[in-house]
């Protein structure tokens, strides 16, 4: 089980929201550019002035639950109120990529991560959206399988992003968290490819 499996309950929630920025004529491609340039300005701050001011890190988790709940929106906006589009499919897609290479990236300059691990990481984040999303390509569904998602990577660098802020460096074993990381990125991809594969082999 990964935080996906709790989208439901997210979305419930948001569910009176998104109804009053439809009225409002908000659209879902409005909201999924908005994360995506809310999440690269946050990204050029940290590469700019976190070298001064690691309190800027704590704007991380804050930020990337704010990202989840306007990515919910935009996707309740795009099922629920008529708004789908060939468009919108493309944005939600690579504005997630952009957002998590802008968001994560500037963990390179945080003791004791490796700048080039860090790199790695996102790279594996890449593929593993990529892995996801190729699945309706070979006739499966989108996949979201773990152990690490898009939820879950937020979750992680959130508390990471609480931690520098707070401490400005992390103690030399947390540099171990990116090899874990990437580690469960690549059996995330290995998980969704494979019963991508499965699914829709089983398919008539």
């Known amino acids: 089980m990964t935080l ?3 989208k439901p309950r997210f979305q419930a929630l948001l569910r009176p929201l998104t109804g009053w920025l439809f ?3 908000v659209t879902a491609n409005m909201v999924t550019l908005a994360a995506a340039a809310g999440s690269v300005l946050l990204g050029l701050a940290l590469f700019a002035l976190s070298h ?5 890190y704590l704007l991380v988790p804050l930020w990337l639950f704010a990202r989840m709940a306007l990515n919910a929106i935009d996707g309740m906006l795009a099922r629920e109120h008529g708004q789908k589009s060939s468009l919108g499919a493309y944005l939600n897609e ?3 990529v952009v957002s998590d290479a802008a968001l994560y990236l500037p963990f390179a300059l945080v003791q004791p991560f490796s ?3 860090v790199v790695v990481v996102v790279l594996l984040a890449v593929v593993s959206e990529m892995a996801g999303a190729l699945g309706p390509m070979v006739g499966a569904s989108r996949r979201y399988d773990g152990p690490l998602g898009k939820s879950d990577r937020a ?3 959130g508390a990471l992003g609480l931690w520098a802020g707070i401490a ?3 103690p030399p074993l947390a540099a171990h968290l990116m090899t874990l ?3 469960l990125l690549a059996v995330t991809i290995a998980n969704r490819v494979r019963r991508g594969v499965a699914e829709a082999a089983a398919k008539p």
Request: aromatic letters at 8%.
């Open 4 to 6: 996906y499996d709790l």
């Open 115 to 117: 700048p080039a691990l």
């Open 155 to 157: 979750l992680l660098f």
């Open 168 to 170: 400005g460096a992390l």
């Open 94 to 96: 690579v504005a997630d």
């Open 23 to 25: 009225v409002r004529g």
């Open 52 to 56: 001064a001011h690691p309190g800027l």
């Open 181 to 183: 990381a990437a580690v």
